[in-house]
């Protein structure tokens, strides 16, 4: 008796491709393995069998080879309509069985994965009758009804590990086997597919100019389902001698998407990950970081000579405030995902320090054609002038002093009206006398509906990156949801060789034009014994969330409550660095430090469950994180604060067709000796630079 396999099944309804699916797919995996197809069309017992021949399967063929026995079974005569001769199937390392009812409910439990096929109805039909011929055409709706009745009773597709929507164009079976090795089933058995996921090799190319970002993430990404720019959009274009903490983080833009040969997508909700990969998606449960931890962490590539970035393509985009679920806080459900990342297998990387724009990918069949078309884009760019390039992908865009980018104002409303806040802030107090906090980060939620014709995203984010720039601003498109955010705030950084640093902002004071008034604010902000007293709790907290996965000794304070500012704000911002333990798991490094110490207050969990009664609501992908896991073990996130999420597919309005929703969170610190007049005052100055560029008011009440 051989030892038992990894039985993979390619279930669908008649005519969805799985045949040639199987077939291609196991020529794929012969390459390393020993590999067994069974057909389901030899054992169904004529054109009204399918129940039967499901029953047939389970148990002359499925049973024995899940044990590692060989299959002895009897096969249809077509021509005959009868039984035909006794058939051997050998178990092998991998069995692939395909066919209507491979998947069915009594097969599941002895599965390894199942695969579901989709194709539209008529595609369905005419693949059918083209590979059988006139002999399948008098059965087929007898064929059909067989195939409803049983899948009204058994929820294949919705049990299945991965769905392909299979168009016979060739790429499902490369689909299928990159989303196979991230099945926590299949993962042992697929190692030399996974080694080969991680021995990839990284081409660069190196431009000396200076793109227009905007012109150039339109012109290489305006047609992207899913795509991201981490937009140092307060980069100077002569930066100053010597790096200074502001222009470190400002040095570098990143432009992506999901395109290509290794592009994907992640979507994370309530304990499951959805990875779609070209034309298939897989289902894989349980927490986010786990699953990270899987795909992150290792080094998969070299970095190439001369290249200053710590980013090496991979997976970019944003993860949501309740993944504090898997870090200590308790278990709240959002409208928007949990996680949310595309994986680039080639990228654009805008160095503002040197004038220089990197071209990256990954070898592939495509490669050249990519760069070819982006470097004749990064050079259009560059000669491009930004209003124009952005009105040809963008719609409206606010001219320079001007309000808005949409066509009508939004009309926020809050979570919380003023009394109410003021009310939160007083037991919040509460909490800190009664030994339960030391500090509470209290926030809440603005929100706006709109046509989703208004709503405008792209020109949205273009007005507020030109009217508050800020070192981490960003713009993501997943789908129907945008991120627009400006946030000047770091969360961790994790440098491929293992230096770490958080950045935490805790202090603001509001920009006057006046220069006098601005700069007494500033002092006023710097002199704050309140202010220094939130800041270096925050520092504290954070030099233990460092501490778990940092060599002995290593977490120092470079920089205490240093007064930064930025457009519409001042800020006080400390330092705090360490070195990664050699071995690490950096994605758990990651999770000890989630959510940012910043956004929760401390001590952090039994203050995040003080969150949860005060705030009532979720906080959605606001005071998550904003970046970037690279293939060669570095990550950079910034807090999602000061970031407005636009979800475009919202539903439908009052006669006035989709609509769009806006939403923008904010907050800020709560100590024992906070005044809730000065408190809501603070968030109104941080809701302002979004609001105003709105063309906005805070809500009244």
């Not at 169904?44 to 063929?61: D, F, H, Q």
């Not at 710590?310 to 309740?322: K, S, T, V």
Request: overall charge negative; hydrophobic content about 40%.
């Amino acid at each position: 008796m051989s030892p038992a396999p990894v039985i993979i099944a390619i279930d669908g309804r008649s005519g969805a491709g799985k045949t040639t699916l199987a077939i291609e797919l196991a020529a794929r995996l012969r390459n390393h393995h020993k590999v067994a197809l069974f057909h389901l069309e030899d054992i169904y017992p004529g054109w009204n069998g399918l129940a039967a021949g499901i029953e047939r399967y389970i148990s002359t063929v499925l049973t024995p080879l899940s044990h590692g026995e060989r299959a002895t079974w009897t096969s249809w005569d077509w021509e005959k309509h009868y039984d035909g001769d006794t058939r051997v199937t050998l178990p092998a390392e991998i069995v692939i069985i395909e066919g209507v009812g491979a998947a069915a409910a009594g097969a599941r439990p002895l599965l390894s994965a199942v695969i579901w096929a989709d194709s539209p109805d008529d595609v369905r039909r005419t693949r059918a009758l083209d590979r059988d011929g006139g002999t399948y055409e008098p059965f087929w709706d007898q064929w059909a009804a067989q195939e409803d009745a049983w899948l009204d009773g058994d929820d294949v597709p919705g049990m299945a590990d991965i769905r392909v929507l299979n168009q016979a164009d060739g790429e499902a079976p490369a689909d299928v086997l990159q989303l196979l090795t991230y099945l926590p089933s299949l993962a042992p058995a697929l190692v030399p597919e996974l080694s080969a996921r991680r021995g990839l090799r990284l081409r660069a190319e190196r431009l000396d100019c200076r793109p227009d970002a905007s012109a150039l993430f339109a012109g290489l990404y305006g047609g992207s389902a899913n795509a991201v720019w981490l937009d140092s959009s307060n980069a100077s274009p002569t930066p100053p001698v010597g790096q200074s903490p502001a222009a470190e983080r400002s040095r570098f833009s990143i432009l992506a998407d999901d395109g290509g040969v290794f592009g994907q997508t992640v979507t994370h909700r309530s304990g499951e990950s959805q990875i779609a990969a070209g034309c298939a998606t897989a289902r894989v449960p349980g927490p986010f970081f786990r699953w990270l931890d899987t795909v992150w962490g290792r080094r998969a590539v070299r970095t190439p000579e001369a290249y200053p970035c710590d980013f090496a393509l991979g997976w970019l985009g944003c993860l949501g405030y309740e993944l504090k679920r898997e870090t200590g806080g308790s278990d709240v459900a959002a409208a928007t995902p949990d996680a949310a990342l595309i994986f680039a297998g080639r990228a654009v990387v805008l160095d503002h320090a040197e004038g220089t724009a990197w071209l990256l990918a990954l070898e592939a069949p495509d490669t050249d054609g990519w760069l070819e078309t982006a470097r004749s884009t990064v050079l259009a760019a560059t000669a491009e002038a930004t209003p124009a390039a952005a009105q040809q992908f963008g719609g409206t865009i606010a001219q320079a002093g001007g309000s808005t980018a949409v066509v009508r104002p939004p009309l926020f409303s809050s979570r919380d009206n003023e009394p109410d806040y003021k009310h939160k802030i007083v037991a919040a107090q509460h909490e800190i006398g009664d030994g339960n906090s030391y500090e509470v980060c209290l926030t809440t939620m603005l929100s706006a509906r709109v046509p989703a014709a208004e709503a405008a995203p792209w020109s949205t984010y273009l007005a507020l990156r030109r009217r508050n720039p800020a070192p981490f601003a960003s713009y993501l498109r997943f789908g129907d949801l945008a991120v627009a955010s400006t946030s000047p705030e770091r969360f961790l950084k994790i440098a491929s060789d293992g230096g770490m640093r958080a950045e935490p902002i805790k202090g603001t004071r509001r920009r006057a034009s006046d220069p006098a008034l601005d700069a007494q604010l500033r002092r006023d902000l710097e002199t704050s014994l309140k202010d220094r007293a939130e800041n270096i709790m925050i520092v504290d907290l954070l030099r233990n969330d460092l501490s778990h996965f940092a060599e002995p000794g290593s977490v120092t304070v470079s920089r205490l409550c240093a007064i930064e500012s930025y457009a519409t704000v001042h800020q006080m911002v400390s330092t705090i660095d360490a070195r990664l333990l050699p071995g690490s798991p950096r994605a758990e490094a990651v999770a000890a430090c989630f959510p940012a110490g910043s956004m929760t207050g401390a001590p952090k969990i039994s203050t995040m469950a003080i969150l949860d009664r005060l705030e009532q609501g979720p906080r959605g992908l606001y005071s998550g994180a904003i970046g970037y896991f690279s293939l060669n073990g570095a990550t950079d996130l910034a807090v999602a604060i000061r970031t407005l999420v636009i979800d475009t597919g919202a539903g439908e309005g009052n006669g006035e067709g989709p609509m769009a929703e806006l939403t923008l969170g904010i907050g800020g610190a709560i100590t024992s000796d906070s005044v809730p007049d000065e408190e809501y005052d603070e968030i109104r100055v941080k809701a302002f630079g979004v609001l105003s560029t709105l063309g906005a008011e805070f809500p009244d009440g």
